[in-house]
Every structure is written in structure tokens, then in C-alpha cells.
Nanobody
Framework: QVQVVESGGGLVQPGGSLRLSCVAS????????MTWYRQVPGKEREMVAL???????KYHNSVKGRFTISRDNAKNTVYLQMVNLKPEDTGVYYC???????????????WGQGTQVTVSS
């Protein structure tokens, strides 16, 4: 059974740092595309960063140079390191896993429940 669980959100002052974690179980994780999204009330969910199976990455323009996505395939975990946080980074951060599940070997596209990040003084 595929499951995606985020953690690491919280309240931080502008200029501060946070690291989000996302554990994706039930996948052949090393082959997954893992993506972080964020959403604020009244706006559409937007892609923040993604990482492919060979480690290729892509970022939203607003977070380039401040956020870093990485993965540890041995731990089935993807991370989002966020530094120099700004109030506009506030939102609910969701993790999404897309790939082949194990042992069913079927394509799966699953989301976590989200973790709140609040950047405020």
C-alpha cells in the first residue's frame, strides 16, 4: 500500500530555515518522481521543487537559490531544505510521489496530507 507522509513544518522568522521530510512507502522509491508543492488559501497549488530518479531537479523561480531538494533512496525519503525563508513562502507544503508501487508493480500517484509552514515575525 502506497503512503506518503510529510513532516518538518512549523513557524519560523523571516530569514530562517526549515527542512521538510517526506517518506514514501510502497513504491519502488528509487525510480520515483518526487515533487513538493505548496498552497495558500485562495490560490492554486503550485510546484515548488521536484527530483527525478537519476537526481535531476527543477525549481519554481521564486525559490531558486534558497530551496534545495534531495533524496535518500535507502530511506525512501525526499527532503526540502529551505533557507532565507520569506513571508511569501508561507503555505501548506505537500509531497507527491509518482511511480511504480511494490509488489503490485502498478503506476501510482499519491499525495501526503501536507505540513504547514509559516514565515512570520
Amino acid at each position: 500500500q502506497v503512503q506518503v507522509v510529510e513532516s518538518g513544518g512549523g513557524l519560523v522568522q523571516p530569514g530562517g530555515s526549515l527542512r521538510l521530510s517526506c517518506v514514501a512507502s510502497g513504491f519502488i522509491f528509487s525510480r520515483n518522481l518526487m515533487t513538493w508543492y505548496r498552497q495558500v488559501p485562495g490560490k492554486e497549488r503550485e510546484m515548488v521543487a521536484l527530483i527525478g530518479s537519476p537526481g535531476s531537479t527543477k525549481y519554481h523561480n521564486s525559490v531558486k537559490g534558497r530551496f534545495t531538494i534531495s533524496r535518500d533512496n535507502a530511506k525512501n525519503t525526499v527532503y526540502l531544505q529551505m533557507v532565507n525563508l520569506k513571508p511569501e513562502d508561507t503555505g501548506v507544503y505537500y509531497c507527491r510521489g509518482q511511480g511504480v508501487s511494490w509488489p503490485t508493480e502498478r503506476w501510482d500517484d499519491s499525495w501526503g496530507q501536507g505540513t504547514q509552514v509559516t514565515v512570520s515575525s
